[in-house]
């Protein structure tokens, strides 16, 4: 599995932008970007994710590096709920064995009100 | 929707005694998975199942047992119980494999410790 490189820990302002960014320089062609995030005490949850093109959802931006080696995951204005551990994986599209979620040790996010 | 559910919360189990873990999932995803994650690391596969009637093995795997008879329930048994499987055990389902159009969901988690 291609690998991904995060920072340990980010710290945030409530109420401001957060960029959280993610390595890949490993990443194949058929390999999407996914971003899942993991509150204290509960388990993951789906963020966004995408292949090359940025993407936008009611909870985050996805912007893609034109070479796709590296990705960043942009909270508008963080609030203190964001505050978690962000997890950026690569995922085949294929399916078969590519249907389990390779998590690193993620990001911690911290938000300060 | 209840989502994935899983039950018990927390448990605490000696040494050598046997257990399952439940999970349920009322989405009608045909694909279900159990994960533990051990403090400061991600989270590592143990089983997953891509319907019912159909499991395999995920990377860490021993110890522990799973079976699939129904889509809603996809149960994982610890045969012995040892220390070293003292973790926060999550259950996940999706409704397919297709890493463009299907994300997982994740149950709120079993945290399991065995003196």
């Known amino acids: 599995d291609a690998k991904t490189t995060q920072p340990n820990s980010m710290e945030s302002n409530e109420e401001e932008p957060v960029h959280l960014p993610c390595n890949h320089s490993?990443?194949?062609?058929?390999?999407?970007i996914h971003w899942y995030r993991q509150l204290p005490s509960q388990g993951p949850e789906y963020v966004i994710h995408?292949?090359?093109s940025n993407v936008n959802n009611r909870m985050a931006s996805l912007a893609i590096a034109e070479d796709r080696k590296s990705s960043t995951l942009i909270l508008h204005r963080a609030t203190l709920r964001d505050a978690a551990v962000y997890y950026c994986?690569?995922?085949?599209?294929?399916?078969?064995?590519?249907?389990?979620?390779?998590f690193g040790k993620g990001t911690l996010l911290t938000v300060n009100p | 929707n209840a989502g994935v559910t899983q039950t018990p919360k927390f448990q605490v189990l000696k040494t050598g005694q046997s257990m399952t873990l439940q999970c349920a999932q009322d989405?009608?995803?045909?694909?279900m998975s159990w994960y533990r994650q051990d403090p400061g690391m991600g989270l590592r596969l143990i089983h997953y199942?891509?319907?019912?009637?159909?499991?395999d093995q995920g990377e860490v795997p021993n110890g522990y047992n799973v079976s699939r008879s129904t889509t809603e329930d996809f149960p994982l048994r610890l045969l012995s119980a040892a220390p070293s499987q003292t973790s926060v055990y999550f259950c996940?389902?999706?409704?397919?494999?297709?890493?463009?159009?299907?994300?997982?969901?994740f149950g709120p988690g079993t945290r399991l410790t065995v003196t």
């Open positions: 996940a389902s999706s409704a397919g494999i297709w890493a463009d159009l299907y994300e997982q969901y």
């Open positions: 490993t990443i194949s062609g058929t390999d999407y």
């Open positions: 995408g292949l090359t």
């Open positions: 994986i690569l995922r085949d599209r294929g399916g078969g064995s590519n249907y389990k979620l390779t």
């Open positions: 989405m009608n995803h045909e694909y």
């Open positions: 199942s891509v319907g019912a009637g159909i499991t």
